[in-house]
C-alpha cells in the first residue's frame, strides 16, 4: 500500500509519527493509499525549512522569482492530464472537470508572472522643500494554506503562487481525503527551480490544523473551508498575532425570471448545482423560480437532471462522479429524504443510484426538489451534494429577498434578458460574486475571490489585487538629501511640509 509522506525541504518526508489515514477512490470504495498524519513536530519542520528558505527567496530578485513561476506555468501546462487523473481518483471528480480547475489555478500562476507591474511602489517629489516620499511592499515570511478536499489543485493556486512570486515561503496543509496533488505540485515546483524549503507539504487533520494557527514562526494564514472553521480558524489565528484569510461556506441561489430562456436557464443551472457532483463552494444549490417561469423552468430541469450521466471519472462521456466519501453519500441521501418528509416534492430522486461494475463506489445520482420553503433543512443546510431545491417566489423584489436574508453570500446569479432588472439585482443582492445569465461566477485571476456575509470570516478574499495586499506588507519612506555644509535647522514642533 502506496503511503504518501509529507514533503519538507525539497523532498518526501516520512514525519514524526506513524500514525496515518486511508485515502479512498471514490468510484470503487477501495482504499488506494494512506496519507501520513502530522502533528507539531512536523509543522515546525516545515517552519524551520521555510524560515531558512526565507532569508534567501525573500532577497531574490523579481525577476528570479518570475521566472521560477514561469517555469512552473510551463509545466502545469505539461502535465495537466496527469494531475488531472490523480485528482479524478482521488476526489471522484471527472478528469476533464479536475483539468478544468487546474486551467483556473493556472489562470493565479500566471497572474504571478506579471507581479512586477503590480508591485511597483509609489513616488512623491518634493512633498516638502527637499523632501520625497516613496513606498514598497515587502513579504511577510513564512505563511501557510489550509485547504479543502473539493478542489486540491485550484484552491492551493489561488495562495501560494501570490505567496511565493511576492517573496514568501509557504506551508500548504491539503485535505487528507485528496493529499496527492499537493505533493505532485510541489515536485513541479522543484523541477521550475524553487530552492528547497520555500514551499512546503505537511499532511494531517485536527492537529496539523492547530499546530499551524498556533506557531509563532507562521506570520498569516489562508483558509478556504465551512464557515464553522473559518470562525475557528479565524479566531485562533488571529488570538496568535497572524494575518487571516478565512472563506466559509456558500448556499449559492439562481433567479429565473419570467423573460429568460428556460432551455438555456435550465442547462446551465443543471451544470452549476451537478457538476463536480454539487462538491464546489461556488455551487448553485438553489433555483429562485419568479412567477410563471416555474412551472416550465422545473419541467425542464426534469429532463435535465435526468440526462446527467453519472459514473466514474476517468470513464469517457461522465458528466458527474460520486461523492467524496460514503459518509458524504449517506449525508446527502438522508437531506433528500429529510426534505420529503417536510414536504418538498421529490422530483428526481438520485437516491440509491448503482453504476454498474462500481456497486461499492460512493455515488448517488442527481436530484430535484421542487415547492422547497427557506425553513426546510434542504433550504437552510449546505447540502455540498447534487441536490438542486426550487423555491417559487411572485417578484424578482421577493427573489432578493430570499438572498438577502440567507446567512450565506458566496454567490449569485440571475437569468434574465431585461438589462434593467439584471443591474436592480446585482446592485441589491448582498453577495460578493454574481453572475447574469453566468451561472458559476468565479472571478478571472486579477480580480479577488470572496464572498459576503457568512462565506467571508474577517475582510481579505483570495488572489488578485487581495492577495497581493495580503501576502505584503507596505513600507512608507520620507528621505531628504541635503547640500553638504548646508544645514536645516530642527525645531520640536510636529513636524509640517512648508
Known amino acids: 500500500m502506496n ?17 496515518t489515514q486511508p485515502v479512498h477512490n471514490p468510484a470503487t470504495g477501495a482504499e488506494r493509499a494512506r496519507v501520513v498524519l502530522g502533528g507539531g513536530a512536523d509543522v515546525d519542520a516545515a517552519v524551520r525549512a521555510a524560515s531558512a528558505a526565507f532569508a534567501t527567496w525573500s532577497e531574490s530578485s523579481l525577476t528570479t522569482r518570475t521566472q521560477v513561476m514561469f ?33 483556473r489555478g493556472r489562470e493565479v500562476v500566471e497572474f504571478a508572472c506579471g507581479l512586477g507591474d503590480v508591485l511597483k511602489g509609489d513616488f512623491s517629489d518634493q512633498v516638502s522643500r527637499g523632501v520625497d516620499v516613496h513606498s514598497f511592499r515587502q513579504p511577510l515570511g513564512v505563511v501557510a494554506g489550509i485547504t479543502p478536499f473539493n478542489f486540491p489543485a485550484m484552491v492551493p493556486l489561488w495562495m501560494h503562487p501570490i505567496a511565493l512570486a511576492t517573496g514568501n515561503t509557504f506551508i500548504l496543509k491539503p485535505s487528507e481525503r485528496d493529499p496527492s496533488a ?36 507562521i506570520e498569516a494564514v489562508s483558509f478556504v473551508g465551512s464557515t464553522p472553521i473559518a470562525r475557528y480558524v479565524h479566531e485562533r489565528a488571529t488570538a496568535a498575532g497572524k494575518r487571516v484569510q478565512a472563506l466559509g461556506g456558500a448556499k449559492n441561489h439562481a433567479v429565473v425570471l419570467p423573460d429568460a430562456d428556460l432551455e438555456f436557464a435550465a442547462n446551465h443551472i443543471t451544470a452549476g448545482a451537478y457538476g463536480s457532483a454539487g462538491e464546489r463552494c461556488m455551487a448553485l444549490s438553489v433555483a429562485v423560480a419568479v412567477g410563471e417561469a416555474a412551472d416550465g423552468l422545473v419541467e425542464v430541469l426534469r429532463r435535465k437532471a435526468r440526462e446527467v450521466k453519472v459514473g466514474p471519472g476517468d470513464a469517457p462521456g461522465t458528466e458527474m462522479g460520486p461523492l467524496v466519501t460514503r459518509a458524504a453519500q449517506e449525508r446527502v441521501e438522508n437531506a433528500v429524504g ?22 461499492d463506489g460512493f455515488f448517488t445520482g442527481p436530484s430535484l426538489l421542487d415547492h422547497v420553503t427557506t425553513e426546510m ?24 429577498d430570499v438572498i438577502n436574508a440567507n446567512p450565506y453570500g458566496n454567490g449569485t446569479a440571475v437569468f434574465t434578458a431585461s438589462g434593467e432588472a439584471a443591474r436592480r439585482f446585482q446592485r441589491s443582492v448582498k453577495v460578493g460574486m454574481i453572475g447574469v445569465n453566468v451561472p458559476v461566477p468565479v ?28 501576502y ?8 531628504r538629501w541635503p547640500r553638504q555644509n548646508h544645514h536645516v535647522a530642527a525645531g520640536f514642533d510636529f513636524p509640517t511640509s512648508d
Open 3 to 19: 503511503t504518501i509522506p509529507h514533503w519538507i525541504n525539497g523532498s518526501p518526508a516520512e514525519g514524526s509519527t506513524t500514525a
Open 71 to 103: 517555469a512552473f506555468r510551463q509545466l502545469l501546462v505539461e502535465h495537466e492530464e496527469e494531475l488531472g487523473r490523480i485528482i479524478s481518483g482521488e476526489h471522484g471528480k471527472t478528469v476533464d472537470d479536475a483539468r478544468g480547475e487546474i486551467v
Open 182 to 217: 499537493a505533493n505532485f505540485v510541489a515536485g513541479l515546483y522543484r523541477k521550475a527551480g524553487l530552492p528547497d524549503g520555500v514551499f512546503n507539504v505537511v499532511h494531517g487533520g485536527k492537529d496539523a490544523v492547530d499546530a499551524i494557527l498556533d506557531h509563532p514562526g
Open 338 to 359: 429529510t426534505a420529503a418528509a417536510q414536504g418538498a416534492t421529490v422530483v428526481v430522486d438520485g437516491r440509491g443510484l448503482k453504476v454498474a461494475g462500481h456497486e
Open 377 to 400: 433543512e434542504a433550504y437552510r443546510q449546505e447540502l455540498f451534494g447534487p441536490v438542486l431545491a426550487v423555491v417559487r417566489v411572485d417578484t424578482l423584489d421577493a427573489a432578493i
Open 443 to 470: 472571478p478571472m485571476s486579477y480580480y479577488s475571490f470572496g464572498g459576503w456575509k457568512d462565506s467571508l470570516i474577517g475582510d481579505s478574499p483570495v488572489h488578485g489585487p487581495e492577495g497581493i495586499r495580503f
Open 472 to 479: 505584503t506588507r507596505p513600507k512608507v519612506v520620507t528621505s
